[in-house]
């Protein structure tokens, strides 16, 4: 592709960073904002820039919050005693969008990977197991993908909860709650 100007291109290029977007549709949205208002194209660039500058991570789940707690742990109508375990974000945004559960979240930030360098030390399962033994919580359902990085981490963590009193059920994920994202 050549461009008469430096700053289209630029553009394009910082779109077709993006995953699943090749140039000829960086090409396309570009020249669709160029189409817009200032005000508009502006709107558009502070809300991804403050998205990114100041999301947080519950100090709790580790969900993605606007505060230091994100409102599914601190909305007191859910059930405070079961915890769904998840790999990422997308996974409680997809359980959130079935309705059908209604405790809290673990987000571990991956699952146990050796072949991809990802040990338990990388996630965040030592803050799962002291909420466990912390929290009064009565039951752990994991809702992890059914392979063997998952099978792994859910048996790593119930090794960890062996003391622990604490029901511990397992669910495949996107099969239960239904609908993956
Ligand atoms: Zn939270």
Redesign the pocket.
Known sequence: MIFSSSLLENAVNEFAKLPGIGKKTALRLVLHLLKQQETEVDHFSATVSKMRNEIKF?L????I?DKE??N??SNTLRNQQTICVVENIRDVIAIESTQQFNG??HVLGGIISPLDGIGPEQLTIDDLVFRIKNEGIAEVIFALNPNIQGDTTIYYIGRKLKEVPVKITTIARGIAFGGEL
Do not use: E, F, G, P
């Open positions: 519950c709790r789940c580790h969900n919050s707690m994100c599914i742990c809290l979240y």
